[in-house]
């Protein structure tokens, strides 16, 4: 919209804000000190006014989870396989894949800071939860446009999503083979085959 | 041992370090804003020397750890009811209250703050993730002790654990009842007999 107020810094395009607001946000997470998360050390990272990040984003959680949806599917790109199990397997190996970087971790412990806090209700907490896995939405609900039943959203919360995440957060490495299957296995039930 | 420093502040025992200390943690992990988690900053909300805290705890990581073993001893306790579904039903239970409160999430929000970093070897981040669900391992070995085959860590990290972290974590209440139940079943497999 309207440009940046002059300031001693260089003026950036929006793009370029966006990006280097994001950067920042993934630095200050990175630190492993545990570097202040606020919005003016964002600022002062990305070098812009924090006026501009307040003014885009409207708060520490809107930028967090615009940072962490962006590289969700930048990172976690969602497959056809045609099948609910297969799509299940697919969606988890990226998951183990990135888990087993660092910068991936990074992305999930995000994912947890960007949850709204205690103070906001239920109902809006379980909408944000959704927003971050829309790829599981997305799942479920191209297996039942195929007539298959894919299990209920918190299933997959507890059985897939959930030792997952747990792992990126705590920091321990899920085993070197066969993970992706046992934990859709162990949430579909049945025989591997199909 | 040796007094502290004099300083301008009221002199406090040890034991008063110790606990006014763990409350500024855990007041600086409630802080809607993401206040800085750093020995600094909890040093002067307890109103001690940094120093002291180094003195005393070494890193940051170690204060947290202490933080979060001591308050999951006394918030979470552990129930022997002479039967390794019945004990781990109990400790879910236990677990559920907990995350229902806004202190108990915070709780699990802090275990996975205090857990090491990806800096860390994977064999002691695994160490320290035992010493912070010492009671899970109390649980295996007392049914090993009964003759029963008690699942893997890693299976009760998947089924048990990291459900209801997650839910901690993310802010998602779990199901209204039956919920232990229904991981334990889960995790042992077969009827809720017994």
């Known amino acids: ?13 929006p793009e370029q804000v966006r990006s280097a607001v994001h950067q920042a946000v993934i630095d200050l997470l990175s630190d492993p000190e545990g570097a202040d998360l606020t919005i003016p ?11 501009s990040i307040y003014r885009r984003w409207g708060s520490r959680e809107a930028l967090l989870a ?23 397997i697919a969606w988890a190996e990226a998951g183990v894949a990135s888990i087993r970087t660092p910068e991936g971790r990074l992305l999930i412990r995000a994912v947890a800071l960007s949850m709204p806090g205690s103070h ?13 896995i829309a790829a599981i939405e997305s799942i479920r609900e191209r297996a039942a446009g195929r007539g298959e039943s894919p299990p209920s959203l918190e299933q997959i919360l507890d059985q897939l999503i959930a030792p997952l995440y747990l792992r990126a957060i705590f920091g321990i490495d899920p085993p070197a ?16 085959g199909a």
Do not use: C
């Open 41 to 51: 050390a964002i600022a002062q990272r990305a070098g812009v006014n924090h006026t």
């Open 66 to 88: 615009d940072v962490v949806t962006t590289r969700l599917e930048r990172d976690w790109p969602l497959k056809d396989t045609g099948s609910l199990r297969g799509d299940l």
């Open 1 to 13: 919209m309207s440009p940046e107020q002059p300031s001693p810094r260089i003026r950036k395009s």
């Open 177 to 192: 083979s066969g993970y992706p299957e046992l934990l859709v296995n162990r949430l579909l039930g049945g025989a591997p």
């Open 120 to 132: 906001t209700a239920q109902g809006e907490r379980a909408q944000q939860f959704q927003r971050r």
